[in-house]
C-alpha cells in the first residue's frame, strides 16, 4: 500500500480504489502538539473500535462523513477528502484552554453551546480564528463555516445522547471536516477519547486523553471503559 501522510496518531494509505484512503490508527498518544509522547499499547484498537461506534451512529442518524466501511481492528475504509484546514471545538461545559483563557474552573456550565475554530497548523499551534478570519485567508467560504458549525452542533446533540447512555459526560471535542466528490462536506478524521472531554456522570472522573496529558495515569483503563459503556 502505498503510504500518503503519517499523523501523530494515524497513518494515511492510498485505496485500491480511486477517491479513497484505508487509515490506520497507531498506539502512539501525543500531547502539546507532539512534545510529550508515548506508545500506549492498544490505544489504536480502542480509539479505532470507539470512533467507528460514533461514526455509524452519526451517520444512522442522517450525518454524511467520510466513513465507507471498517477493514479491521485498527483500519477503515474512507473517501478521500480535501481536507478544510480548521478544527471544530465544541464545548458543552468549561474545560480545558478555553478554562484557562478566561479564567472560569472546569466544570463550569455554559449558558450556550460554545463552537470554535482553530487554524490546522502544527508548526503554528493550532491557533484559534475567527469565522471573518478564515474567509480573508481563502480557508473555507462562510457557506462551509456555517454548515460546519449547524453540522457540530447536531454531532453534540448526538453525541451527548450517546454518552449520556453510557453515563457519560460530554464535557466539548474536536471535529474535522473535508470536502468530497465535488464539494460536499462530510465528517472525517476520527472521535475518540483523543478528542473528547469525557467524564464519569456520577463521580466526574475524567475518562480521556486528559489523563495522560496531566499525568494521571490509567490512561488505557479510561479508553476501555468508554468502549465497555459505549458496548454494553
Ligand atoms: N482537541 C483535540 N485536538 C487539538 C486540540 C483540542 O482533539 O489539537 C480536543 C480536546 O481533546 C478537547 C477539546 O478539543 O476535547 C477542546 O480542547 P482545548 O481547546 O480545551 O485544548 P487543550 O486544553 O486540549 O489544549
Given at each position: 500500500m502505498k503510504m500518503l501522510y503519517e499523523g501523530?496518531?494515524k497513518i494515511v494509505y492510498e485505496g485500491e480504489e480511486?477517491?479513497t484512503c484505508i487509515i490506520k490508527y497507531k498506539?502512539?498518544?501525543?500531547?502539546?502538539?507532539?512534545?510529550?509522547?508515548?506508545?500506549?499499547?492498544?490505544?489504536?484498537?480502542?480509539?479505532?473500535?470507539?470512533?467507528?461506534?460514533?461514526?455509524?451512529?452519526?451517520?444512522?442518524?442522517?450525518?454524511?462523513?467520510?466513513?465507507?466501511?471498517?477493514l479491521?481492528?485498527t483500519s477503515v475504509l474512507v473517501?478521500k477528502?480535501?481536507?478544510?484546514?480548521?478544527?471544530?471545538?465544541?464545548?458543552?461545559?468549561?474545560?480545558?484552554?478555553?478554562?484557562?483563557?478566561?479564567?472560569?474552573?472546569?466544570?463550569?456550565?455554559?449558558?450556550?453551546?460554545?463552537?470554535?475554530?482553530?487554524?490546522?497548523?502544527?508548526?503554528?499551534?493550532?491557533?484559534?480564528?475567527?469565522?471573518?478570519?478564515?474567509?480573508?485567508?481563502?480557508?473555507?467560504?462562510?457557506?462551509?463555516?456555517?454548515?460546519?458549525?449547524?453540522?457540530?452542533?447536531?454531532?453534540?446533540?448526538?453525541?451527548?445522547?450517546?454518552?449520556?447512555?453510557?453515563?457519560?459526560?460530554?464535557?466539548?471535542?474536536?471535529?474535522?471536516?473535508?470536502?468530497?466528490?465535488?464539494?460536499?462536506?462530510?465528517?472525517?478524521?476520527?472521535?475518540?477519547?483523543?478528542?473528547?472531554?469525557?467524564?464519569?456522570?456520577?463521580?466526574?472522573?475524567?475518562?480521556?486523553?486528559?489523563?495522560?496529558?496531566?499525568?494521571?495515569?490509567?490512561?488505557?483503563?479510561?479508553?476501555?471503559?468508554?468502549?465497555?459503556?459505549?458496548?454494553?
Open positions: 501523530k496518531s480511486p477517491n498506539d502512539t498518544a501525543t500531547a502539546g502538539n507532539g512534545v510529550k509522547k508515548e506508545d500506549l499499547p492498544e490505544k489504536g484498537k480502542l480509539n479505532a473500535a470507539i470512533s467507528n461506534i460514533i461514526f455509524e451512529y452519526l451517520m444512522k442518524n442522517g450525518v454524511k462523513t467520510h466513513l465507507i466501511k471498517v479491521d481492528e473517501k477528502a480535501d481536507i478544510v484546514m480548521v478544527e471544530v471545538i465544541v464545548r458543552n461545559v468549561a474545560a480545558g484552554s478555553f478554562s484557562k483563557k478566561y479564567g472560569v474552573p472546569e466544570g463550569t456550565a455554559l449558558k450556550n453551546t460554545v463552537v470554535e475554530f482553530s487554524l490546522k497548523s502544527d508548526e503554528l499551534g493550532d491557533p484559534m480564528i475567527n469565522d471573518s478570519q478564515i474567509t480573508a485567508l481563502g480557508v473555507a467560504t462562510q457557506e462551509e463555516l456555517d454548515l460546519l458549525k449547524s453540522m457540530s452542533l447536531r454531532v453534540d446533540e448526538l453525541m451527548t445522547e450517546l454518552f449520556a447512555k453510557a453515563g457519560i459526560r460530554l464535557i466539548d471535542f474536536k471535529l474535522e471536516f473535508g470536502r468530497v466528490d465535488g464539494g460536499e462536506i462530510v465528517l472525517c478524521d476520527e472521535i475518540s477519547p483523543d478528542s473528547c472531554r469525557l467524564w464519569d456522570a456520577k463521580t466526574n472522573e475524567k475518562m480521556d486523553k486528559d489523563r495522560f496529558r496531566r499525568d494521571m495515569g490509567g490512561v488505557m483503563e479510561g479508553y476501555k471503559d468508554v468502549l465497555a459503556r459505549l458496548t454494553k
